[in-house]
């Protein structure tokens, strides 16, 4: 781990120790020589926690940049007089934005200094928060805008935190510090809901929530500069040639190196489902809680703002606790049964995802006839949904070379948002708002609506749990080719060479290039 002092002694590709001049003694077993190592990087424990706290707080912050909107809805539909479907497009625009800069952060994550990069991203998305606070109702395009600019700044942040947690923890420490740092999302997303709903409550206007969280960010930028390292990338595996630099391989040759991963494309296709409808349910699931309870008699229609956000805060909450016990859950689960199943993490996310479904289908049909049921299983579903967080992130770091994981994480994030959450929030309006058309305008019609709506999302999380089942098929395989010595530069043998060859020629050693 990479919190402790790493041992400065290199080893040969078979684990023998090299000679003085920067060679194997078995040289002759056809395989590149390593080059010469340099100083092994190291960072005190106390540092690596400090540095994993930091990153945490801000992904808490991140996170309730993502659904601070969804807690004040109804207050913003009134206040642009925007409908469902247009409602939806929010939250469309914010993740695309998001995925179309996703690949640019995640190649400079892998190139240049992330923590300016993280710094830079920090600064975009505050910025555009505050000032789409000001925006006046005629010019709802610029609050449509200024989301898309808030869903860029994140990008970075989503894209490159996970990778230097990734280098300053390995193995059982890594799945801890990973588990700790995705229980934020599901913090972050239902404190982004009580936010929201209780400035709103507190100062009667909506607008406030977006003017408090710049004060939370400048703190966190602050403490990211002083104190978050950037490590060499690959440090904490002790891959020394990914730590130190040399040849940079192209971000086309990243992307085909990903494409030729099984692992890393089914887990991407599963975290894609998985964000569908976490997507859905996150933006629409306040107002379909109130719209129940307006149903059941418990709550009057919403005719102008603000609104009731009772709902928000109930939702908020549930995201809180259930997300925190889920990450835990989900996290530990693997760990334990990684002692006696390699394949561990993929069936965990499997089985979580398959138990989700019904929960959530269950929770659907059952609210028109009892709330309290519906919320019961809604509860159970988030709970089961939450466990797959850290054990996703964890898999992708087991499976993908050091060199890639900036372009890895841009890359499952840009697909699992441009077939996930960013069209899901968007197409649930639209389905609701269509199906509200054909039926009388009555407020049972339009919670029938926009229920029915909502049902596609069981049918998807299936389809992630058998995206998992073939990650499980792929994992060891893929584990073992990112852990073998060489793999620093994903296109083989020849580039790892010229490498070597050409760092140990700059150091004064000549590396042996026998053949057996």
Known sequence: MSAESWDPVPEGPQGSPLGSGGHSENSGSGQCPPPPMATPWSLPRWRAYVAAAVLCYTNLLNYMNWFIIAGVLLDVQKFFQISDSHAGL????????????????????????????????????SGAGLSSSFISPQYSWLFFLSRGVVGTGTASYSTIAPTILGD???????????????????????????????????????????????????????????????????????????????????????????????????????????????????????????????????????????????????????????????????????RRYKKVNLRAEPLVCASSLLAAAPCLYLALILAPTTLLASYVFLALGELLLS????????????????????TAEALQITVGHILGDAGSPYLTGLISSALRARRPDSYLQRFLSLQQSFLCCAFAIVLGAGCFLMVALHLERDQAQAQQPGTGTPDGKDVDCKDGERRSLLSGTRASTENP
């Open 168 to 334: 300053l923890f390995v193995k059982d420490q890594r799945t801890r510090v990973l588990a700790i740092f995705y229980i934020f999302i599901p913090v972050g997303s239902g404190l982004g809901y009580v936010l929201g709903s209780a400035v709103k409550e507190l100062t009667g206007n909506w607008r406030w929530a977006l003017r408090i969280m710049p004060c939370l960010e400048a703190v966190a930028l602050v403490l990211l500069i002083v104190l978050v390292p950037d490590p060499p990338r690959g440090a904490s595996e002790k891959q020394g040639e990914s730590a130190v630099g040399g040849l940079r391989s192209s971000w086309s040759e990243d992307v085909r190196y990903l494409g030729r991963n099984r692992s890393f494309v089914w887990s991407t296709l599963g975290v894609t489902a998985l964000a569908f409808v976490t997507g859905a349910l996150g933006f629409w699931a306040p107002k379909f809680l109130f719209e129940a309870r307006v149903v059941h008699g418990l709550q009057l229609p919403c005719f102008r703002q603000p609104c009731n956000s009772e709902d928000s805060l109930i939702f908020g909450a549930l995201t809180v606790v259930t997300g925190i016990i889920g990450v835990i859950l989900g996290a530990e689960a693997s």
């Open 90 to 125: 929010l939250q469309t625009v914010f993740i695309g934005c998001l995925l179309l800069s996703a690949p640019v952060f995640g190649y400079l994550g892998d190139r240049h200094s992330r923590k300016a990069t993280l710094s830079f991203g920090i600064l975009l998305w």
């Open 387 to 406: 466990c797959n967080w850290a054990v996703v992130a964890d898999i992708l770091l087991s499976v993908v070379v050091p060199r890639c994981r900036g």
